[in-house]
């Protein structure tokens, strides 16, 4: 079974705008993790954020972690046409489970 | 260069024909994962190895079987493929020290049963 959720489930943007992408979890986790999957490939990591930190930021992405809500949010800024992807977040459910959100299909029109 | 290498890209099968698909990583990574993901769907974790210990999900049919014989490879045998397992399946591997670090994927196996 799914660990979170995640809202929207697609989202369409004009290229230069931000895309902001949420998840809600429903246990406690150790950290919680954003990934990015192009159509057909496999997924790859984008950042991880700990239960005990509340912001983090690499190149255009921030992502946020509000435990007590059981909730995160990753925002993409001034986004490019090949930022379209799917986007899922994943925590570590349970003795090195990791287990993945129902995912946001982005795209970007140029 | 590729760590994390899954084999094959694509199989296409027959209903019940047994099939094996195989995973190896370069990464030295404790954990392996074994996800299955249908279309337009999120991953869905089958089972995983933390070193030899094997953890399956309690969901996982039967029908799902995994080996690793060595640190650097994992199988995922379908004894009996149905038509309702047609999907992609995702290997991926992880160094666990304090909690599960990021996970490292391969580009998947495409599984068409006919």
């Known amino acids: 079974s799914q660990q979170g959720e995640e809202d929207p489930q697609a989202l369409s943007i004009q290229e230069g705008e931000n895309a902001t992408m949420n998840c809600s979890y429903k246990?406690?986790?150790?950290?919680l993790q954003w990934y990015r999957q192009n159509s057909g490939r496999g997924l790859v990591h984008l950042i991880l954020i700990r239960s005990n930190e509340r912001e983090k930021h690499s190149g255009r992405l921030r992502v946020t972690l509000d435990t007590s809500k059981k909730s995160s949010s990753l925002l993409i800024t001034a986004s490019r046409a090949a930022d379209t992807a799917s986007y899922f977040c994943?925590?570590?459910?349970?003795?090195?489970?990791?287990?993945f959100g129902a995912g946001t299909r982005l795209t970007v029109k140029p | 260069d590729a760590m994390v290498i899954q084999n094959p890209r694509y199989q296409v099968t027959q209903f019940g024909k047994p099939v094996t698909l195989s995973c190896s990583q370069t990464?030295?990574?404790?954990?392996m994962y074994w996800y299955q993901q249908k279309s337009s769907q999120a991953p869905k974790l089958l089972f995983h190895y933390y070193d030899k210990d094997f953890n399956n999900e309690a969901d996982t049919p039967d029908n799902f079987q995994s080996r690793r014989p060595n640190t650097s490879f994992c199988f995922l045998d379908i004894r009996s493929p149905g038509l309702g397992d047609t999907a992609m399946y995702l290997c991926?591997?992880?160094?666990?020290?304090?909690?599960?670090?990021?996970?490292?994927f391969g580009e998947g196996s495409r599984l068409t049963v006919l």
């Open positions: 994943a925590t570590d459910y349970n003795n090195n489970d990791m287990r």
């Open positions: 990464l030295n990574h404790n954990v």
């Open positions: 991926a591997t992880s160094r666990v020290q304090l909690g599960t670090g990021e996970l490292f």
């Open positions: 246990t406690s986790i150790n950290n």
